[in-house]
């Protein structure tokens, strides 16, 4: 295959992109605004997806290894009230491996393996060219035309504005994480509160959301309903300012619900954003988009999943690819169909996160229900 191809991102959707590529021996140019793999926190725990997330991984050739890293119990979950009452307590059975867990650092290690990613290289521009192709310009200065450009570069997408005027938009509802290390040693109340894989508490328009990571990380997460006002939030670098206001925002609950806020180190907000449900855009030669770049969506477990079967997909349609016109031709038919399924769990995160954090907790509980049956 003669054609100069590039993905924008070394997240999951770009690298699952690229390895399904190298391993047909098809040559990718990966670009990475990040200096190194580990110049920023990788965030928390995935549960990959049978049909989804596994599905692209067994593409790559990669579901053994990911088998041998993941962690089954982690698909356990706890649901407590807010006085801390046990409501629900699910368990997977033996041998269950529908969704298991796995740290973001350790999938993209797995993805990375023989890659060659052309680290702190951020695109500043995408410009489609009238006569084929796209040229991108970085943030060093250099310039480079390439046949197909994959646009996998999340949220606040460079590649984006090239072919869709769409920008994310606030949900109304905000996180605070923070964490904490070493858990089942420093921290044995919590590690037995919170148990093997993650626990929630739902109130009035807000939760408190804990889940393992593993060598004994915790994450947890304050959600709530809030206008997006940063100037109404306390410092974020001010851990001890934001602790407080977190307390008392879930002034009430259970003593050891509470400790999880009380014990927990450093705190990020994350506003929450979300892409239009059926964000589609028109076709433009040689560009085009993957995961939160496509369809960013509320993280309710779909979004990295789908992301990660679009690369797969899209890699195996442009390896296919050999003829004139073929690659284009590959590139719109894939649209169509990432379009369609993106939209269908768009519609369903967006419904189920007015569901999770709303007036009424019984919500919650009964969507858990719905999606996890006893």
């Known amino acids: 295959m003669g054609h100069r191809i590039a993905v924008v991102g070394a997240g999951p959707?770009?690298?699952?992109?690229?390895r399904v590529l190298h391993r047909r021996d098809h040559p990718v140019t990966v670009l990475e605004r990040d200096p190194a793999p580990d110049a920023r926190p990788p965030g928390g725990a995935l549960d990959l997806h049978q049909g989804l997330g596994q599905l692209a991984l067994e593409k790559a050739g990669l579901l053994a290894q990911f088998q041998a890293l993941s962690?089954?119990?982690?698909?356990?979950?706890?649901?407590?009230?807010?006085?801390?009452?046990?409501?629900?307590?699910?368990?997977?059975?033996?041998?269950?491996?529908?969704?298991?867990?796995?740290?973001?650092?350790?999938?993209?290690?797995?993805?990375?393996?023989?890659?060659?990613?052309?680290?702190?290289?951020?695109?500043?521009?995408?410009?489609?060219?009238?006569?084929?192709?796209?040229?991108?310009r970085s943030a060093d200065g250099r310039q480079e035309t390439f046949d197909l450009l994959i646009g996998a570069d999340g949220a606040r997408s460079r590649?984006?504005?090239?072919?869709?005027?769409a920008a994310p938009?606030?949900?109304?509802?905000?996180?605070?994480?923070?964490?904490?290390?070493?858990?089942?040693?420093?921290?044995?109340?919590?590690?037995?509160?919170?148990?093997?894989?993650?626990?929630?508490?739902?109130?009035?328009?807000?939760?408190?959301?804990?889940?393992?990571?593993?060598?004994?990380h915790l994450k947890v997460y304050a959600q709530f309903r809030a206008p997006l006002d940063?100037?109404?939030n306390p410092d974020p670098s001010d851990a001890e300012a934001v602790r407080s206001r977190l307390l008392a925002l879930f002034d009430g609950w259970a003593a050891p619900v509470l400790d999880l806020l009380r014990r927990g180190t450093a705190f990020v907000h994350r506003p929450l954003h979300v892409l239009p449900v059926s964000h589609t855009w028109a076709h433009v030669p040689?560009?085009?988009?993957?995961?939160?770049?496509?369809?960013?969506?509320?993280?309710l477990g779909a979004g990295a999943n789908l992301a990660m079967l679009e690369g797969a997909e899209l890699a195996?349609?442009?390896?296919?690819?050999?003829?004139?016109?073929?690659?284009?031709?590959?590139?719109?038919?894939?649209?169509?169909?990432?379009?369609?399924?993106?939209?269908?769990?768009?519609?369903?995160?967006?419904?189920?996160?007015e569901r999770l954090v709303s007036p009424d907790p019984a919500e919650a509980l009964a969507l858990f229900d719905e999606v996890q049956p006893s």
Do not use: C, K
């Open 169 to 216: 938009h606030y949900t109304g509802v905000t996180l605070v994480e923070t964490s904490l290390d070493d858990v089942d040693t420093r921290h044995p109340d919590l590690a037995r509160l919170v148990g093997a894989g993650s626990m929630a508490v739902y109130g009035v328009n807000r939760a408190l959301v804990a889940q393992r990571n593993s060598g004994g």
């Open 316 to 353: 195996e349609s442009v390896a296919a690819a050999t003829g004139p016109g073929d690659l284009d031709d590959a590139v719109r038919a894939f649209e169509e169909q990432m379009w369609a399924r993106a939209a269908t769990w768009a519609e369903i995160t967006t419904a189920g996160l």
């Open 286 to 299: 040689g560009v085009t988009l993957l995961g939160d770049a496509a369809h960013l969506m509320p993280p």
């Open 71 to 136: 962690r089954p119990e982690g698909q356990a979950m706890r649901i407590l009230d807010a006085d801390g009452t046990v409501l629900r307590d699910w368990h997977p059975r033996p041998g269950e491996r529908a969704n298991p867990e796995i740290d973001r650092g350790q999938l993209r290690g797995l993805l990375l393996g023989p890659l060659d990613v052309q680290w702190g290289r951020g695109v500043t521009e995408v410009v489609p060219q009238t006569r084929g192709g796209v040229l991108v």
């Open 230 to 232: 940063r100037h109404a």
């Open 13 to 18: 959707a770009g690298l699952t992109f690229a």
């Open 159 to 165: 590649v984006r504005p090239a072919i869709s005027s």
